[in-house]
Each structure stands twice: as structure tokens, then as C-alpha cells.
């Protein structure tokens, strides 16, 4: 069974800084590209960054771009999203998600691009 958690979510100011990790479990984790996306209630989620198993190739939302950076750690089966200079806008549940092989396609940010979801973690970024 794949399970998929997310943790590091928080209460932040504006321009500080959080970071989130995302621990996988269940599947062969070097073989699966990974996706963070975030979604405010009553709103489409929205997909922020992927990178591939192999860690080499990222993309990103322009709404993020520049300010979060996407890694991971293959021998711990574990993603991380460092988040810096956060807006108010950055306020959402996140949620870490796995997909079948290495690459991270222009439908990165697609939900129905992933396979394995967890149940998402909230930041709220206070202004």
C-alpha cells in the first residue's frame, strides 16, 4: 500500500521562511517523479513544482519561481519544498504527489498527471 505524508506546514509571516517534506512509502521512489501542489478552499488545485526521480530536472509555477526549490533525497524515499520570501497568497493546503516514471512533462502541473496523493499540509502566511 502507498502512502504518501507530508509534513512541515505551518503558521508564517510574510517574507518568511518554511520548509516542507513529503516521505513516501509503499513504491520504488527512484522510479517515480514528484509533484507538489496547493489549493485554497473552493479554488482548482494548482500545481507549484515537480522534479524528476532522478533529481536533476525541476519545473516550476511562475507563481513560485525564483522563491521555493524543489529537492529530494532518493535514500531516505523523502521530497522537500524550501519556501522563502512567502506572500499571503502562498496561503493553502500542499500536497506532495508521486507519478510513474522519470519525467516531469509541460502537464506538470495537472493534477490528473499524478498518481499518489497525501493528505496535504496547511500553511497560512500571515500579512
Known amino acids: 500500500q502507498v502512502q504518501v505524508v507530508e509534513s512541515g506546514g505551518g503558521l508564517v509571516q510574510e517574507g518568511g521562511s518554511l520548509n516542507l517534506s513529503c516521505t513516501v512509502s509503499g513504491l520504488t521512489f527512484n522510479k517515480h517523479a514528484m509533484g507538489w501542489f496547493r489549493q485554497v478552499s473552493g479554488k482548482e488545485r494548482e500545481g507549484i513544482s515537480c522534479?524528476?526521480?532522478?533529481?536533476?530536472?525541476?519545473r516550476y509555477a511562475n507563481s513560485v519561481k525564483g522563491r521555493f526549490t524543489i529537492s529530494r533525497d532518493n535514500a531516505k524515499n523523502t521530497m522537500y519544498l524550501r519556501m522563502e520570501n512567502l506572500e499571503a497568497e502562498d496561503t493553502a493546503i500542499y500536497y506532495c504527489?508521486?507519478?510513474?516514471?522519470?519525467?516531469?512533462?509541460?502537464?506538470?502541473?495537472?493534477?490528473?498527471?499524478?498518481?499518489?496523493w497525501g493528505q496535504g499540509t496547511q500553511v497560512t502566511v500571515s500579512s
Open positions: 522534479i524528476s526521480w532522478s533529481g536533476t530536472s525541476f
Open positions: 504527489a508521486a507519478r510513474s516514471g522519470d519525467y516531469c512533462g509541460p502537464d506538470f502541473a495537472r493534477p490528473t498527471s499524478f498518481t499518489y
